[in-house]
């Protein structure tokens, strides 16, 4: 069965970093683009990162974009997502997908597959 399970650091004040990490498991980790979205109570779901299985391009929203970072480590099933210089706008549930190859060219993300999400508070 598939699974992601979200987890770092949580709250942070404006101008610091975060990092998540995300363990993956239930399927082919590799061959897979793997991303995050996040979810705000007033706004709808955002794409944020996604990064390629098979050759490491890489996708991030505008609003992110100089600021977040994804990396993954196929080795350990994992994928990361570094997060710098945060605003309060960037407070949200984080959640790890799979289903986010159609951002790298310029498409809507699939999603097929998140975790429980984990909350980010940027405080100002």
């Known amino acids: 069965q598939v699974q992601l399970v979200e987890s770092g650091g949580g709250l942070v004040q404006a101008g610091g970093s975060l990092r998540l990490s995300c363990a993956a498991s239930?399927?082919?980790?590799?061959?897979?683009?793997i991303g995050w979205f996040r979810q705000a109570a007033v706004k709808g779901r955002e794409g944020v990162t996604c990064?390629?299985?098979?050759?490491?391009?890489?996708w991030y929203g505008d609003t992110v974009k100089g600021r977040f970072t994804i990396s993954r480590d196929n080795a350990k099933n994992a994928v990361y997502l570094q997060m710098n210089s945060m605003k309060p706008t960037d407070t949200a549930d984080y959640y790890c997908?799979?289903?986010?190859?159609?951002?790298?060219?310029?498409?809507?993300?699939?999603?097929?597959?998140w975790g429980k999400g984990y909350q980010v508070t940027v405080s100002s």
């Open positions: 990064i390629s299985g098979s050759d490491g391009t890489i």
């Open positions: 997908a799979r289903g986010c190859p159609g951002v790298l060219k310029g498409r809507d993300p699939q999603y097929n597959s």
């Open positions: 239930g399927f082919t980790f590799e061959v897979d683009a």
